[in-house]
């Protein structure tokens, strides 16, 4: 056994252990093998060695996190100090940061299938990244092309979705075509508005760096020098989904995300996503990636409800 004392040598306990302990408690049951006893600014550790100096190290980080952005929130807390339970791997370190978000936020890959996200888009121009709903593949998606665009590695970023809900044909709904369209597209906004502040997520919008439009206006064009990604793929038919991927051109990183378990279109119109593995498997610089159940970043309600169904096939 090994014993530890670590001193707040930044903010108060009540900034860090949060209002009631709430953030204090979440740390516990994060690391149950250890014996954490806070009084004050002082927090004891009992334990095994090697727990005793992961704590440390993470918590170190939590403590760098605050003394950077001036608070810390329960999303904070989970993704620094909290331990992949579904494959006994981390991922807290600062370099598995992807995006520095709005208010500190973390915006890192958690699970394992989200690191392989990271991995693959490094490595191939085109990724599929294919699996349930709330799985992260949209959200990591959207972090690697936002760190892109920080890196100033590529010059814009566009991201589309086939309005399959509304048929591509949006005649009938009231309203302007950004109207329209931001029912279907919410999810892409929802993240951007996670990992960039306001202002400048607006700006982007405006000048264009930031591109968010239905999947029937990339035809004809080509998206050189940017990074794209096409959402909810699985509701693009053939010709849709071969459209979309000609659109690549020089100095672009492509990202196909899709659920094959939720295909809307109707039933004679053939999903493109499920052929693409068979059609473009043997192509240098495609890669496939599958999330499922254990990718779950959501409510772990969530995973429970994926499983059931599953176990209906």
């Given at each position: 056994?090994?014993?530890?004392?670590?001193r707040?040598?930044?903010g108060?306990?009540?900034?860090?252990?949060?209002?009631?302990?709430?953030?204090?408690?979440?740390?516990?049951?994060?690391f149950?093998?250890?014996?954490?006893?806070?009084?004050?600014?002082?927090?004891?550790?009992?334990?095994?060695?090697?727990?005793?100096i992961d704590?440390e190290?993470?918590?170190?980080?939590?403590?760098?996190?605050?003394?950077?952005?001036?608070?810390?929130?329960?999303?904070?807390?989970?993704?620094?100090?909290?331990?992949?339970?579904?494959?006994?791997?981390?991922?807290?370190?600062?370099?598995?940061v992807?995006?520095?978000?709005r208010?500190g936020?973390?915006?890192?890959?958690?699970?394992v299938?989200?690191?392989k996200?990271?991995?693959?888009?490094?490595e191939?121009?085109?990724?599929?990244?294919?699996?349930?709903?709330?799985?992260?593949?949209?959200?990591?998606?959207?972090?690697?092309?936002?760190r892109?665009?920080?890196?100033k590695?590529?010059?814009?970023?566009?991201?589309?979705?086939?309005a399959?809900?509304?048929?591509?044909?949006?005649?009938?709904?009231?309203?302007d075509?950004?109207?329209?369209?931001?029912?279907?597209?919410?999810?892409?906004?929802?993240?951007?508005?996670?990992?960039?502040?306001?202002?400048?997520?607006?700006?982007?919008?405006?000048?264009?760096?930031?591109?968010?439009?239905?999947?029937?206006?990339m035809?004809?064009?080509?998206?050189?020098?940017?990074?794209?990604i096409?959402?909810?793929?699985?509701?693009?038919?053939?010709?849709?989904?071969?459209?979309?991927?000609?659109?690549?051109?020089?100095?672009?990183?492509?990202?196909?995300?899709?659920?094959?378990?939720?295909?809307?279109?109707?039933?004679?119109?053939?999903?493109?996503?499920?052929?693409?593995?068979?059609?473009?498997k043997?192509?240098?610089?495609?890669?496939?990636?599958?999330?499922?159940?254990?990718?779950?970043?959501?409510h772990?309600?969530?995973?429970r409800?994926?499983?059931?169904?599953?176990?209906?096939?």
């Amino acid at each position: 056994m090994s014993e530890s004392i670590l001193r707040l040598d930044t903010g108060s306990p009540l900034d860090i252990y949060g209002p009631g302990d709430k953030y204090l408690n979440e740390i516990k049951e994060l690391f149950p093998k250890l014996k954490i006893v806070a009084r004050g600014e002082m927090i004891k550790l009992i334990g095994e060695k090697k727990e005793v100096i992961d704590f440390e190290k993470r918590f170190d980080l939590l403590l760098l996190h605050f003394d950077r952005f001036g608070k810390i929130n329960e999303d904070v807390v989970t993704q620094i100090m909290g331990e992949d339970e579904k494959n006994g791997q981390q991922s807290r370190k600062g370099e598995d940061v992807l995006v520095y978000g709005r208010h500190g936020k973390l915006i890192k890959a958690l699970t394992v299938n989200q690191k392989k996200m990271v991995e693959m888009s490094a490595e191939n121009d085109l990724l599929f990244a294919i699996g349930p709903a709330g799985t992260g593949k949209t959200y990591t998606a959207v972090a690697l092309a936002v760190r892109a665009l920080k890196n100033k590695e590529v010059k814009r970023i566009i991201l589309t979705r086939p309005a399959i809900e509304a048929g591509e044909s949006l005649g009938f709904l009231p309203g302007d075509l950004k109207e329209k369209m931001d029912p279907y597209l919410q999810p892409l906004y929802d993240a951007l508005r996670d990992m960039l502040p306001m202002q400048k997520f607006l700006a982007y919008l405006e000048d264009g760096t930031i591109e968010i439009a239905p999947l029937a206006f990339m035809r004809g064009r080509t998206l050189g020098n940017a990074y794209a990604i096409l959402d909810e793929a699985q509701n693009a038919s053939e010709s849709q989904l071969k459209m979309f991927l000609t659109r690549m051109g020089k100095s672009s990183k492509f990202i196909v995300t899709g659920d094959i378990t939720q295909i809307d279109l109707p039933k004679k119109t053939l999903s493109g996503l499920l052929q693409t593995e068979q059609i473009l498997k043997n192509i240098k610089g495609v890669s496939f990636v599958y999330l499922d159940g254990r990718d779950v970043v959501r409510h772990k309600l969530v995973t429970r409800i994926i499983d059931a169904y599953n176990n209906l096939k």
